[in-house]
């Protein structure tokens, strides 16, 4: 007989990449219900609206709470969620997972009125999100670090992205996580043997904060023989920014803008590409530890790839011989780095990457993630 799960979110559903592996993760052991801002494709998934649980006056409430925490005319936080803890305590949930750190506090306040596996999917160090900035530093992150020292002794299980945040959980708040990557699903794809002109993707999120400019400022370097295709998703609050760097990409001349394409369709896109690219500065700690998406999305579209030295992308690339990395965060370290690729050895990267895909995939994390929950419900 199944058990039941409650996935608890204020992201997405339909292409929220960890919460769609959750439903492909869990569905055939729970039957599981999900509270997001959209309906996931899965049919075999009940939905609930979140918005119809967080009516005006309690959205009010809590902002003047965060208010006043941020002020430092209240020294506690709180968040009140009354709606949703009516739905969890009327069903019978065996695990809730939570994606977001706001949700904590109710957790704990569930946590003392009946038993059940509690599970926080981090998607990032929230605390220092945004560290760059001191404003935001002196008020949400602090906030958010005071949800994590509260209310993480009452996490069950920790899901974290990669190793450095999980190493930074336990040295900070001793919390021990199980690091599950942002992986592609394994795909068959083989690799694209082309000729001509080397071709590079970047594809992801048009964001001011990851300086796409350097990227550019790659192919300005390189010249004739590159091209770079950017396939991004322009952001909220990022259409200015967008429009300045299409105009800053003429300067480069080999640099081309492509639409989106769905979710389940970016690694057979992209497969017709040589090699995948990645340079993000080292700007805030997540910067710092970032594993994205695209790096998994590279391998399984078996891409050589090519990135700055960021720490959790270098080891990955290094550990699987998958392609180049730079000596530092600049263009000329990068664009250095990949002149020194003919198209044997691109060949080669992609080939490694063949490899990579059977292990660096959603099944293997799936499994592991799953084995852990149901060793925590037995």
Not at 100 to 122: E, G, H, Q, V, W
Not at 329 to 334: P, V
Request: one cysteine or more.
């Amino acid at each position: 007989m199944k058990r039941n799960m409650l996935i608890l979110t204020n992201r997405t559903l339909h292409n929220g990449p960890r919460m769609i592996r959750e439903f492909q993760t869990f569905k055939n052991d729970f039957n599981i219900t999900a509270f997001g801002l959209s309906k996931p494709l899965d049919e075999e998934i009940h939905y609930e609206d979140i918005n119809q649980f967080r009516t005006l006056p309690l959205q009010i409430t809590n902002a003047l709470l965060r208010r006043l925490f941020y002020k430092k005319w209240w020294g506690g936080v709180a968040e009140y969620y009354p709606l949703i803890e009516a739905y969890i305590l009327k069903n019978n949930f065996d695990a809730i997972i939570i994606h977001d750190p706001t949700f904590l506090p109710l957790i704990s306040r569930l946590k003392s009125k009946r038993p059940f596996l509690s599970i926080y999917n981090a998607h990032e160090y929230h605390p220092l999100e945004f560290e760059d900035k001191p404003q935001w530093t002196e008020t949400i992150g602090r906030y958010l670090t005071t949800l994590y020292k509260n209310h993480l002794p009452d996490i069950d299980l920790m899901i974290n992205v990669c190793e450095g945040i999980a190493q930074e959980c336990e040295n900070k708040f001793q919390k021990k996580s199980l690091v599950i990557p942002n992986v592609a699903n394994e795909s068959a794809i083989a690799p694209t043997e082309n000729t001509g002109i080397i071709k590079l993707i970047y594809h992801g999120a048009i964001m001011q904060s990851r300086n796409i400019e350097d990227m550019i400022d790659v192919m300005k370097i390189l010249g004739n023989g590159y091209s770079l295709d950017i396939m991004g998703m322009v952001s909220s609050g990022n259409e200015s920014y967008f429009a300045t760097l299409k105009q800053y990409a003429l300067q480069a001349g080999n640099v081309y803008f492509r639409d989106a394409v769905p979710f389940n369709e970016i690694v057979p896109t992209i497969n017709q590409y040589d090699i995948g690219l990645f340079l993000l500065r080292p700007n805030n700690f997540n910067y710092t530890h970032a594993l994205p998406n695209k790096l998994f999305e590279f391998i399984q579209a078996k891409l050589a790839i090519a990135v700055g030295p960021s720490v959790e992308m270098k080891r990955v690339v290094n550990q699987y011989h998958l392609g180049v990395v730079s000596d530092d965060f600049s263009a000329e370290s990068l664009a250095s780095a990949i002149k020194q690729l003919d198209r044997a050895a691109i060949k080669q990267f992609k080939q490694h990457a063949v490899a990579a895909s059977a292990i660096e995939n959603a099944a293997h994390y799936a499994n592991i993630y799953l084995q852990q929950v149901k060793a925590f419900m037995n």
